[in-house]
């Protein structure tokens, strides 16, 4: 029997608590937003320090899920679900069945998916305890979503690049990627073959070497590709790379990149702002992603050229992005977090029809 405990936090829908004492179970569930739909986030399973820890983490995903949904225009809301243990040791099938009768407890208000410490073999057994979850392993799923957000970074590029170059031409542009794993990798492979100067770095140096010999490209420790003289920097590994000390440091003209939290604070923003760096704010421009695991939940089923469509839409939302920031006089990620509270409070792109999972 899985127990639930009902919180209050002020600004969130719901959240939940729940623990299985049989499979040993302990997870937090938050539904922060559904105004434009029903909450969709993933499932991350970490250890933390504490619930406390854990909390925190949840409340502040769920939100930031909320603005990211809203702007990519899937009409879905903001959620997201911890599980608190290592996955490597904690995590058993009968956990993962636990989980799925708490996420049953939301009637749909809540959809689970793959994160941080979870898989989609993971999914498919947290279905067996409810039927709201997407990015299963079978046919009809929308698969690996490191492609569409590969492909939302790389239209990002092309954003900036308009934006301060007059061109979505990317060649002979110098490109500096930190970060070199699914979707760095997929982005470097694109800017090559479309004539672009590549810059590249990651903790993982033998990796770099190889992607550096394979495009002909310059290899750099990962702080100093970080720091590397470049048109372009796309930050693509961990969050934070971007704070007062880097900031001051940076030698590049825009930044656009797939890392989540890219910016170590919110007056981040503001330093690149007064630095003439234009930043692609990383909730919209990192969420291919989310927009192709969405597609999932259409009533004719997933079809990945609709989704691929839907991704080149943040093309356009970043322009309108650094359109409302010159007119506000505010840093481009203050313009996003502008942009999405509107759309939430105002129900732009609420969803229309119901969600259907397709199995
Ligand atoms: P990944 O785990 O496949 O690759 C990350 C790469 O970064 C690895 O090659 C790793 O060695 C390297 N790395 C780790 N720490 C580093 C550091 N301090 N300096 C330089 N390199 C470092 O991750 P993936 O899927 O490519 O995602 C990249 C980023 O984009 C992550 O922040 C992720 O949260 C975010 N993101 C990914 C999405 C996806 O669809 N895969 C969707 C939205 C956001």
């Keep these: 029997m899985v127990n639930i405990k009902e919180h209050h936090y002020p600004g969130y ?32 399973m970490y250890p933390y320090a504490s619930r406390e820890e854990a909390m925190t983490d949840v409340l502040r995903l769920s939100e930031g899920m909320t603005y990211k949904s809203a702007v990519a225009g899937i009409g879905l809301g903001g ?31 809540y959809i689970c998916a ?14 067996r305890g409810t039927e709201f979850v997407v990015g299963l392993d079978l ?5 690996n979503p490191a492609p569409f957000t590969a492909w939302g970074v790389y239209r990002g590029l092309q954003s900036v690049s308009q934006e301060l170059f007059r061109t979505d031409s990317l060649k002979g542009k110098r490109v500096g990627i930190v ?3 699914a979707v760095g ?18 903790v993982d140096r033998e990796l770099a070497q190889r992607m550096g ?31 007062p000390t880097t900031i001051s440091q940076l030698r590049c003209r825009a930044i656009a990149g797939a890392a989540n939290n890219q910016l170590l604070q919110v007056s981040d923003g503001d330093l690149l702002k007064e630095r003439g760096i234009l930043y692609a704010p990383d909730f919209v421009i990192n969420a291919g992603g989310i927009i192709n695991v ?66």
């Design 13 to 44: 829908e719901s959240v939940i608590e729940g623990k299985d004492a049989a499979s040993g179970l302990h997870c937090l569930i938050a539904v922060h937003n559904t105004h434009l739909g029903p909450a969709l986030g993933g499932t991350r």
């Design 79 to 109: 959620g997201k679900s911890v599980i608190l243990g290592d996955p490597k040791k904690d995590k058993s099938p009968e956990l993962l069945r636990a989980f799925g009768r708490v996420v049953d407890t939301l009637k749909g208000r």
């Design 114 to 127: 793959e994160d941080m410490g979870t898989t989609t073999a993971d999914m498919d057994e947290i279905r």
């Design 139 to 143: 046919i009809g799923s929308s698969g």
């Design 179 to 181: 970060g070199l794993g």
């Design 185 to 202: 990798k997929r982005l470097a492979d694109r800017l090559f073959w479309d004539g672009a100067e590549l810059v590249l770095g990651d």
């Design 213 to 243: 010999k394979q495009y002909g490209a310059e290899v750099l420790p990962p702080e100093e590709a970080l720091l590397a003289e470049c048109d372009i920097l796309s930050p693509c590994a961990v969050g934070g790379m971007l704070n």
């Design 294 to 359: 969405a597609f999932e939940l259409e009533s004719q089923g997933y079809e990945a050229k609709k989704a691929k469509e839907k991704v080149d839409g943040i093309y356009v939302t970043l322009g309108e992005i650094y359109q409302l920031a010159k007119e506000q006089g505010v840093a481009t990620s203050e313009a996003a977090d502008l942009l999405a509270k509107r759309k939430v409070e105002k129900r732009e792109g609420k969803r229309k029809a119901e969600v259907c999972f397709h199995r």
